[in-house]
Every structure is written in structure tokens, then in C-alpha cells.
């Protein structure tokens, strides 16, 4: 039983280091992607806002399950470096939704979507601010650091 339970850990950790690298990363990518649509008026692929909610539920699990929360006990800066990495990725994909909209069905021309595309990276930084000015990401590495987590 501790075999098996030892390699399924081993396995989801492996499965989850590669999801945090496409939440790190996915920012960055979609970002880029979204130059690119603006600069060919060409959609690119982006992933459903469901797919972005069950990574979500993924990292959660793997925040919370004592069993899996290895990583998150040996470097405390993870937790909150997940939060706000997971909600710039829900942000830039939605700056990606709104680009497409006009590239991929005009919904809208060029210029209305490029104010709604940055429109939308800015009231996403607005919200982030507002949230971390009402719940600081210091009391809550120091709640993971003194154990009461």
C-alpha cells in the first residue's frame, strides 16, 4: 500500500511541476501571442477559461492535501507566487479571448479591440492590486511559516 501510494505522489508531483510550468510560463506566451495577433490580425489558440478552472482546482489540491504540499512546506514564497502567477494567467487569457473576438469573428474593429484587450490587463492589475492591498502576501507567508497553515 505504501508502494503505491508513495509512487502515485511521485507521479502527480512530476504531473504537477509540469502545470506550474504552464502557469509561469503561460503569461508570457499568450502575451506574445497576443503582439502577434495584433500585428497579423491571425487568431491563435487559446485555452478555455474550464481548462484554466481545472488547473486551478489542481494547484488547490496540491495546496491544501497535506500529502502533496511537500513542495509549498520547504519554500513558503511558492503559495502566494501561485496565486498571483494562476490569476495573471486567467487575465492574459481573457486579453486573449478579447483579441481573438475581433481577429477570429470581428465582433469589433482593430482599434476597439486593442482598448479592451489592454482595457482588460489593466482592470485585472487593478483587481490584483485591490485584493493584495486588503489581504497582504506577508501575513499570509507568515501564517505558512509559523505552522498554522
Do not use: Q
Not at 2 to 7: F, P
Not at 75 to 87: A, E, Y
Not at 103 to 124: F, H, K, M, Q, W
Amino acid at each position: 500500500m505504501n508502494v503505491v501510494k508513495t509512487a502515485m505522489g511521485i507521479f502527480y508531483n512530476i504531473f504537477m511541476i509540469l502545470i506550474y510550468f504552464l502557469i509561469f510560463m503561460g503569461p508570457f506566451l499568450m502575451l506574445s501571442e497576443g503582439m502577434e495577433v495584433i500585428k497579423t490580425g491571425v487568431p491563435k489558440e487559446v485555452l478555455p477559461l474550464a481548462s484554466i478552472g481545472i488547473l486551478g482546482l489542481l494547484v488547490y489540491t496540491n495546496m491544501k492535501v497535506s500529502f502533496f504540499r511537500g513542495p509549498f512546506n520547504k519554500f513558503p514564497v511558492l503559495t502566494p507566487l501561485c496565486h498571483i502567477m494562476f490569476l495573471i494567467f486567467v487575465i492574459t487569457d481573457i486579453f486573449l479571448i478579447v483579441l481573438n473576438g475581433w481577429a477570429e469573428y470581428d465582433y469589433y474593429n482593430r482599434t476597439v479591440a486593442i482598448i479592451l484587450a489592454i482595457s482588460v490587463l489593466i482592470v485585472g492589475r487593478l483587481f490584483m492590486s485591490y485584493w493584495y492591498t486588503k489581504h497582504p502576501i506577508s501575513l499570509k507567508l507568515k501564517e505558512v511559516t509559523n505552522g498554522k497553515r
